[in-house]
């Protein structure tokens, strides 16, 4: 079965610490997709990075870095030097390959202080 | 580009009441889909659609009916609503079975 755990349901940093964002996904597919979503209070969704069971490399933008790993079957996201407006939660999603069927975390809500 | 538009922003109903969630994107994409977000549950699928005139059921697809007769449009109608139907509904759409899903702004539903 398809399963996506976020077990972190909130994490409240201050302003310019570092803070990882877990994910830990079960699925028996070797092809599979990976995904993480940003809800801002406004409560839109915003896509932030995929990722295919096939790279594995780290991937960095600005002060965002993901780290998929899949001995561990994890793909952590980091935020460095958080802000306020990162402020959010953070959607951990996974699709198989062949479906359309994605799989949602329950979200791991992002409070940074000013 | 609109991009995924959905209408209305919010909506209140009464038990037993029928409505329709309309969905619209121009971005030419195949796929679209429902979800609907509960307070510590994340998103769970209700039904997609992989084209005009296929669709196909979700994670949770009682008490909700598609269709897809066009590209652009995938209206969710909610046939006799019930309060365990209040949540938020967002529609989401892609190029492709492999592409990222781009959402729209989603529609709050309160079922009284």
């Known amino acids: 079965a398809q399963k996506v755990t976020q077990a972190q349901t909130e994490i409240s940093v201050v302003e310019k610490e570092d803070v990882t964002l877990d994910c830990v996904y079960e699925t028996r597919d070797t092809t599979y997709y990976l995904f993480w979503y940003k809800q801002p209070p406004s409560g839109e969704l915003v896509f932030l990075i995929r990722?295919?069971?096939?790279?594995?490399q780290n991937e960095i933008s600005g002060r965002y870095s993901w780290n998929f790993q899949k001995s561990t079957s994890s793909f952590n996201f980091t935020i460095t030097a958080s802000q306020v407006v990162d402020s959010a939660v953070y959607f951990c999603?996974?699709?198989?390959?062949?479906?359309?069927?994605?799989?949602f975390g329950t979200g791991t809500r992002l409070k940074v202080l000013a | 580009n609109a991009g995924v538009t959905q209408t209305p922003k919010f909506q209140v109903l009464k038990t037993g009441q029928s409505m329709t969630l309309q969905c619209a994107q121009d971005m030419n994409h195949e796929y679209m889909s429902w979800y609907r977000q509960d307070p510590g549950m994340g998103l769970r699928l209700i039904h997609y659609?992989?084209?005009?005139?296929?669709?196909d059921q979700g994670e949770v697809p009682n008490g909700y009916n598609v269709s897809r007769s066009t590209t652009e449009d995938f209206p969710l109608r909610l046939l006799s609503a019930a309060p365990s139907q209040t949540s938020v509904y967002f529609c989401?759409?892609?190029?492709?079975?492999?592409?990222?899903?781009?959402f729209g702004p989603g529609t709050r539903l309160t079922v009284l």
């Open positions: 989401a759409s892609s190029y492709g079975g492999w592409d990222t899903q781009y």
């Open positions: 999603a996974l699709r198989q390959s062949g479906t359309y069927k994605y799989i």
């Open positions: 990722r295919n069971s096939f790279d594995e």
């Open positions: 659609s992989v084209g005009a005139g296929i669709t």
